[in-house]
């Protein structure tokens, strides 16, 4: 990128990869008015680049942004927040010999779902959507954000005392780094992979990895597809084994096991 002269303009988005060694590079972006702008964003870069590995870059790569790449990214999600999308799950009933589970008021509401199962009975609610298998002796939910929405929607649809306990499948959420990643940093690859709180290998894509970066976490009795985006944006999948029991701290549990790994990626790039 040439700056011709040294008037001033208005802010230019610039994208600087600062690389070095060992594959190690990170990337910023800047809006700049002129060379000494450019200069100077460029220093910053170098001077955090040095402050996190300890070593002077090789290189500074400056290239013009077209446009802005971290646009799909919610305002309201600050870097490190982390926004819980979908939980999935199973309701098991106690026993009941009617199959008569529902409140009075929610049977008109529930609409029949026949497939190779039998006839199933939904309910969709501003909570998430639930499905009670033929029997009634089990009903399967996603949609919900939180726990208490799972709370709340079983208080609208059960009657009391037919819910034995709630099973939590799989878990969606999201978070975002300061700054937006360079997909070939292989600094990241190598902290989650050397990082003594889980297990980690690379994970199948059938996306274009120019834009994403997936690897596979074992955590305990969890497995975590995290998916790393050039925005910044990361994206964790959890998938906990059949007896994982909802509780009044499952939520905490899962936000606290996407900062660990949030921080450990936010740390080296």
């Given at each position: 990128?040439?700056?011709?002269?040294?008037?001033?303009?208005?802010?230019?988005?610039?994208?600087?990869?600062?690389?070095?060694g060992?594959?190690?590079?990170?990337?910023?972006?800047?809006?700049?008015?002129?060379?000494m702008?450019?200069?100077?964003?460029?220093?910053?870069?170098?001077e955090?680049?040095?402050?996190?590995?300890?070593?002077?870059?090789?290189?500074?790569?400056?290239?013009?942004?077209?446009?802005?790449?971290?646009g799909g990214?919610?305002?309201?999600?600050?870097p490190?927040?982390?926004?819980l999308l979908?939980l999935?799950?199973?309701?098991?009933?106690?026993?009941?010999?009617?199959?008569?589970?529902?409140?009075?008021?929610?049977?008109?509401?529930?609409?029949?779902i026949?497939?190779?199962?039998?006839?199933?009975?939904?309910?969709?609610?501003?909570?998430?959507n639930?499905?009670?298998?033929?029997h009634a002796n089990?009903?399967?939910?996603r949609?919900?954000?939180r726990?208490?929405?799972?709370?709340?929607?079983?208080?609208?649809?059960?009657?009391?005392?037919?819910v034995?306990?709630?099973?939590?499948?799989?878990?969606?959420?999201?978070?975002?780094?300061?700054?937006?990643?360079?997909?070939?940093?292989?600094?990241?690859?190598?902290?989650?992979?050397?990082?003594?709180?889980w297990k980690?290998?690379?994970?199948?894509?059938?996306?274009?990895n120019v834009?994403?970066?997936?690897?596979?976490?074992?955590?305990g009795?969890?497995?975590?597809?995290?998916h790393?985006?050039?925005?910044?944006?990361?994206?964790?999948f959890?998938?906990?084994?059949?007896?994982?029991?909802m509780?009044?701290?499952?939520e905490a549990?899962?936000?606290?096991l996407?900062?660990?790994?949030?921080?450990?990626?936010?740390r080296?790039?």
């Open positions: 990128m040439t700056w011709w002269n040294c008037e001033p303009m208005s802010g230019v988005p610039v994208r600087m990869l600062v690389r070095g060992s594959g190690v590079v990170i990337c910023r972006d800047f809006e700049v008015s002129d060379s702008g450019c200069l100077g964003s460029a220093h910053e870069a170098i955090e680049f040095e402050a996190k590995f300890h070593v002077s870059p090789s290189s500074v790569l400056v290239s013009r942004r077209k446009k802005d790449r971290r990214i919610p305002q309201h999600l600050s490190g927040d982390v926004n979908n999935c799950g199973k309701i098991n009933h106690a026993c009941n010999t009617d199959n008569n589970i529902f409140n009075a008021g929610c049977v008109p509401l529930l609409s029949k026949q497939d190779g199962f039998g006839v199933r009975l939904s309910a969709a609610t501003i909570y998430g639930f499905v009670t298998s033929p089990t009903t399967l939910f949609g919900c954000k726990c208490s929405d799972v709370e709340k929607a079983i208080e609208l649809i059960f009657k009391q005392d037919v034995h306990e709630v099973v939590i499948h799989m878990v969606v959420a999201m978070t975002v780094l300061p700054h937006a990643v360079a997909m070939c940093s292989e600094q990241m690859m190598r902290a989650l992979y050397e990082h003594g709180e980690a290998r690379t994970a199948p894509s059938l996306e274009d834009y994403m970066q997936p690897v596979q976490l074992t955590c009795n969890k497995k975590v597809l995290v790393v985006y050039a925005t910044g944006a990361i994206f964790f959890i998938t906990c084994n059949e007896k994982t029991v509780r009044a701290d499952s549990e899962f936000v606290k996407c900062r660990e790994i949030y921080a450990c990626v936010e080296v790039c």
